[in-house]
């Protein structure tokens, strides 16, 4: 467990951010997701905190959407990612090939509010200007 804190710790250096304490907690004890989830049956994957730095300069992601953080997806093209213009930093839903903030969808207000809505909720599609 202490190798996966000094990852996160090398990784809150290397992004400037104090990841969310629930974000820690699941990084130290569970490392990562990758699957199906129950019943909603959506894909969801949290990336292991080893590929956080990788994930995040892949496309010029962070410089299309400044005070990003990618922790995962859909298995496809939409990233999950902490917003953090925002304090506390919401979980929102981005398209790889998006040009800017726009196009976010949010999610959840924290990985544990996601995480217990997830099963029955799977991931939200509302169109960020709708409604």
């Known amino acids: 467990m202490s190798s996966n804190n000094d990852e ?6 290397h992004f400037g951010v104090r990841l969310p304490q629930d974000y820690r907690h699941f990084l130290a004890t569970q490392g990562s997701m990758s699957r ?17 730095i990788d994930v995040n300069e892949a496309g010029e992601f ?6 990003s953080l990618v922790i995962g997806g859909d298995g496809s093209r939409e990233m999950l990612t902490y917003d953090f213009r925002q ?16 196009s976010a969808i949010h999610q959840a207000p924290s990985l544990s509010a996601l995480l217990e ?5 799977g991931w939200k599609w509302d169109s960020p200007q709708s409604s």
């Open 87 to 102: 304090e506390p930093p919401p979980l929102v839903l981005i398209d790889g090939s998006a040009q800017d903030w726009s």
């Open 8 to 13: 996160i710790t090398r990784a809150e250096r």
């Open 36 to 52: 199906f989830v129950p019943p909603a049956d959506d894909f969801l994957m949290i990336n292991d905190v080893a590929e956080l």
């Open 117 to 121: 809505q997830f099963p029955e909720s």
């Open 62 to 67: 962070r410089q299309r959407f400044p005070g």
